[in-house]
């Protein structure tokens, strides 16, 4: 059975952790992030970017934003060349946790 809505505030998330699941919260961790602070920033970070779309007018609110590029600010204590502009990227997961790399 798929459920519809979260978890209540206070419960507990469960989910199953498929190989790039994993990859994505080595990543996250690899920054000195806890495993739900790793989970609570990506979902965070997913979830703006939606509302900031059909809050703006530019998908209606039953359809799933394509997000396909990002930015990055340079890191100013560190003495190197700042990000690489990505151009189009497509980090778009479907319900069942497919996805594609680089366009």
């Known amino acids: 059975m ?22 994505d919260l080595v990543t996250l961790m690899s920054t000195g992030m806890t495993l ?10 997913v979830a703006h ?3 900031y779309v059909w809050d703006h007018g530019s998908y ?22 700042p990000p690489p502009n990505l151009g189009p990227v497509d980090i778009v997961r479907d319900a069942r946790g497919a996805g594609s790399g680089a366009a």
Do not use: N
């Not at 209606?60 to 060349?81: F, K, N």
């Open 60 to 81: 209606p609110r039953d359809v799933l934003p394509r997000i396909t590029g990002y930015l990055v600010e340079r890191h100013m204590d560190h003495d190197a060349p």
């Open 2 to 23: 798929t459920r519809k809505t979260p978890p209540e505030a206070g419960k507990r998330l469960s989910v199953a952790v498929d190989q790039a699941l994993y990859d």
């Open 36 to 45: 739900t602070d790793a989970v609570k920033h990506a979902a965070s970070l």
């Open 49 to 51: 970017s939606y509302r």
